[in-house]
C-alpha cells in the first residue's frame, strides 16, 4: 500500500477502505473507521463517495484497473525481468489479499471477479491461438465455466495450468478414455 501521504484524500479514503472492508467484512466496517484511518473527515468521505456502497465499488473499480494496468505492462514488456505476470499481479493484490478472499464469502465478489474474468477469457482466446493440441471443451464452455470460478479455485488452477501433472499425450489418452463432453468440438 503507498504511504498515506503519498496519495490524495480520495484515494486515502478508498486505500483504507480496502484494508476496513477486508479486515471487517462491509457490514463490519464503518464509515468512521475508514476515515479516521484515511485521515480525513466522515463528511469528507460522504463528499467523495456518497455512500458506503459507492466506496465498495470504488474499491472493485480500483482493483480492476490495477489488474488492467498489470495486464497492460505485461503486454508492453514492463514486468521486471525474470517475473511473470501472475508473479507481478500477485504481488501487486498483496495489500488487498484480505479483501479478494472476503469479497466471494459476503457475496459481494461479482463486480470484481467479473472483470478479471473478462481479462481471463481474452487470456484464454490469446492462447488458444498458440495451442498445438485441440481443447478439450470448446471456448464457450470455458469461458463460462472460467469465468464463474471463485478465486482459491482459480488458484488451484493456475497451479495445475503452470505445473501440469499430465503429459498432452497422457490428457489425450485420459479424454479418450472418458469420451468427449457434450458441446466440445
Known amino acids: ?3 498515506p501521504e503519498d496519495l490524495t484524500a480520495r484515494a486515502r479514503i478508498r486505500e483504507a477502505a480496502l484494508l476496513h472492508f477486508g479486515e471487517h467484512g462491509f457490514e463490519g466496517a464503518t464509515t468512521r473507521a475508514v476515515a ?3 485521515g480525513v473527515t466522515p463528511g469528507l468521505l460522504r463528499h467523495h463517495y456518497g455512500s458506503e456502497q459507492a466506496l465498495r465499488e470504488a474499491c472493485d473499480e480500483h482493483l480492476i484497473r490495477l489488474v488492467r494496468r498489470i495486464d497492460d505492462d505485461v503486454r508492453a514488456g514492463a514486468v521486471p525481468a525474470g517475473r ?3 508473479a507481478a499481479a500477485l504481488d501487486a493484490l498483496a495489500p488487498y489479499r484480505l479483501y ?3 469479497a ?4 459481494w465478489a461479482a463486480p470484481l471477479f467479473d472483470g478479471i474474468a473478462e481479462l481471463s477469457e481474452r487470456w484464454l482466446a490469446e492462447l488458444d491461438e498458440t495451442r498445438t493440441d485441440e481443447p478439450f471443451a ?4 470455458r469461458d463460462r465455466v472460467h469465468g464463474h470460478v471463485a478465486h482459491p479455485l482459480a488458484l488451484t488452477l493456475l497451479d495445475l495450468y503452470s505445473h501440469p501433472l499430465l503429459t498432452p499425450e497422457a490428457a489425450a489418452e485420459l479424454r479418450d478414455a472418458l469420451g468427449k463432453p457434450p458441446g466440445s468440438r
Do not use: F, H, L, Q
Not at 466471494?104 to 457475496?107: I, L
Not at 470448446?138 to 464452455?141: D, F, M, V
Open 36 to 38: 479516521g484511518t484515511a
Open 138 to 141: 470448446g471456448r464457450r464452455a
Open 1 to 3: 500500500m503507498t504511504e
Open 104 to 107: 466471494p464469502a459476503e457475496g
Open 84 to 86: 511473470n505476470s501472475v
Open 100 to 102: 479478494v478472499a472476503r
